[in-house]
C-alpha cells in the first residue's frame, strides 16, 4: 500500500500487523492511532475473556457506531473489525 493511500498513521507496524490479521483499514488505522500502544493491563488478553462493560469501553474509544445496540459477541466482532451484524 502506498503512504499516500492511506491516512497518517502513529504506529505503522501496528496498522500493518493488524491489517495482515485481516481488520479493515479504518479499524487498522483507529487501533494504530489510539493513544494506548495496546491493551491495558488491567484487562483480559482474549474479548471472551472481557466483561461486556469492558467491551463496550473499548468500542468507545474506538467510537464504534451503533455499539449501545450491541451484545457481548456483537461487540466482540465489531471490535475484531467486523461489519456490525456480521457472521462470517
Do not use: C, V
Amino acid at each position: 500500500m502506498s503512504e499516500k493511500d492511506r491516512p497518517s498513521i502513529k504506529n505503522d507496524d501496528q496498522y500493518e500487523a493488524l491489517r495482515d490479521k485481516g481488520y479493515n483499514k479504518q479499524t487498522a488505522a483507529k487501533i494504530a492511532n489510539s493513544d494506548s500502544s495496546g491493551q491495558p493491563t488491567d484487562r483480559p488478553n482474549s474479548y471472551e475473556d472481557w466483561s461486556k462493560e469492558q467491551l463496550y469501553e473499548r468500542a468507545k474509544e474506538l467510537d464504534l457506531e451503533h455499539r449501545s445496540d450491541m451484545d457481548k459477541p456483537e461487540l466482540i466482532a465489531a471490535l475484531r473489525g467486523k461489519r456490525y451484524g456480521d457472521q462470517g
